[in-house]
């Protein structure tokens, strides 16, 4: 199935980064070309950082890259937190109370900007997705309940970074969104696969762009969006996956009859609507 020419859809990348040392605009352009309309823009630690300025002015540059994605004719939505990783970063020089301080009080400027709406959620918040001591394991949970209900005061989303998630990790972590009282519907499990969508526990499951993942997804009758989790990294061109995958991909599956258009709406304009609300 082709689309008519009076049909226009969006399609939407649900978790793209950018780098001041990358592609930057340019990536966008070849997103842009390949048909894709919207950006879910993630913030990274550009460099390490254990002050609470230079995490803001790493923040700023994201918000810089979301400008220049725009002026190129993305439609974009900016999320950004403090990666989770960075929490055991700020344990190996100081201590717990020390280190859990530095990162909330990181996470409180994410909430500041979406009360100011320069941003519309937080993300990557989550866990180490590799073995810790239980101690760190035990505080990374802890923090992230915090960091979950101080984006629920300011009506954010959140974007998720954890270990591969199989129906028992999905259902932590609905566990600790319950704790937090974080609304699952604005929850999105990134970097998913099919198993995270065995059962999603009502969160939203973001799958890596891959064509079996998107037939898996919908022989399983589940709800998802896509990703491609493109990292601009100078050093790993096309990291996880390129800019135009999310829209090679998606067409591909809606010419081969694998969509119809109104799935090819619920993944790429509902869930995302309903998620991060605006794009602009």
Sequence with gaps: MCLSPAFFVEITDNHFHLDPLGRREMAVKDFISAGGTRLVLVHKPYKDWNKLSSFKNQVDTTLSLASKARHVGAKVAVVASPHPVQLLKLLEKQGKDAASEIYLDAVNYCTELVDENKIVGLG????????????????????????????????????LHTESADSSVMAELSNIATKSGFPKSRL?????SLESLEDQQEIVVSLISSFSNIEGGVKRGKSFMLETDYLDDPNRPGAVMGPKTVPRKTLKAL???LLNQDQLHKIHTDLPNQVYREFI
């Design 124 to 159: 990557e918040l989550g866990r180490p997705h590799f073995k810790v001591k239980p101690s760190i394991w035990r505080l990374s949970n802890e923090i992230l309940v915090e960091s979950l209900s101080r984006a629920r005061e300011v009506d954010a989303a959140a974007v």
């Design 188 to 192: 999105v499990k990134h970097y998913g």
């Design 255 to 257: 010419n081969t009859g």
